[in-house]
């Protein structure tokens, strides 16, 4: 089984400030790892994902996270961040092969201050 | 393109009283179907998959049921509600690929 821990339930950060999320995870078996926006009271978003290859992956809204196998960390990062990305991120990882259900974390607030 | 869509997008219902809610999937064929149940201030808690007409996993014992009638509608359907169903439902559907993508969601209160 897969398990997904996000350390921080919220993350107070100015606008133009950077940000990272953080995201670990634990797993017997190889995975993919997916890191998904949620607007209030929306669906998620895909963000970016990790199948394989390069470690460090760019995905929409300026948001990129690198895979750290040894750390078996995914964190998500951004260089300056904007009052529209005040949401709910969350991490999420699945089995490579079969049926491909989703674990996610528990999920961090971002709230971004004037 | 694909398209999911989810109705109602909010539902107040009693105690005891049935609940159906339905996901249905446009443009792709065959896709693997999922139900998903975010509780106030929770992650996501997968509810059921389902890989083919008919064919429903449950991931967690619960008053709640999912059937596939068709291949790209998913239903999720109780008896009974209880006030621990409340809670934000969402479906999501993968293809051939390895990705996840989610609908809008249904804002469930029972009361």
């Known amino acids: 089984a897969q398990s997904v821990t996000q350390l921080d339930s919220q993350v107070p950060v100015f606008e133009e400030a950077p940000v990272e999320l953080r995201c670990n995870y634990s797993s017997s078996v190889s995975v993919y790892l997916f890191w998904y926006v949620q607007y209030p009271n929306q669906g998620l978003q895909l963000l970016l994902k990790y199948l394989s290859g390069s470690t460090l992956v760019k995905g929409i809204n300026g948001f990129e996270a690198e895979f750290n196998k040894s750390q078996t960390s995914f964190h998500l990062r951004k260089p300056s961040v904007h009052i529209s990305d005040t949401a709910e991120y969350f991490c999420?990882?699945?089995?490579?092969?079969?049926?491909?259900?989703?674990?996610f974390g528990s999920g961090t607030r971002l709230q971004v201050q004037p | 393109s694909q398209t999911i869509h989810q109705w109602p997008a909010t539902l107040v219902q009693p105690v005891g009283s049935p609940l159906s809610l339905e996901c249905t999937v446009e443009?792709?064929?065959?896709?693997?179907l999922y139900w998903y149940r975010q509780a106030a201030g929770r992650g996501l808690q997968l509810l059921f998959y389902?890989?083919?007409?008919?064919?429903i996993s449950s991931e967690v014992p619960q008053n709640l049921s999912a059937s596939r009638p068709q291949d790209r509608q998913f239903i999720l359907s109780s008896k009974k509600l209880l006030l621990s169903d409340s809670g934000f439902y969402l479906c999501?559907?993968?293809?051939?690929?390895?990705?996840?993508?989610f609908g809008p969601g249904t804002r469930l209160t029972v009361l």
């Open positions: 389902s890989v083919g007409i008919g064919q």
């Open positions: 999420a990882v699945c089995r490579d092969t079969g049926r491909r259900a989703l674990t």
């Open positions: 443009g792709t064929s065959n896709p693997n």
């Open positions: 999501a559907w993968t293809g051939r690929g390895d990705t996840q993508y």
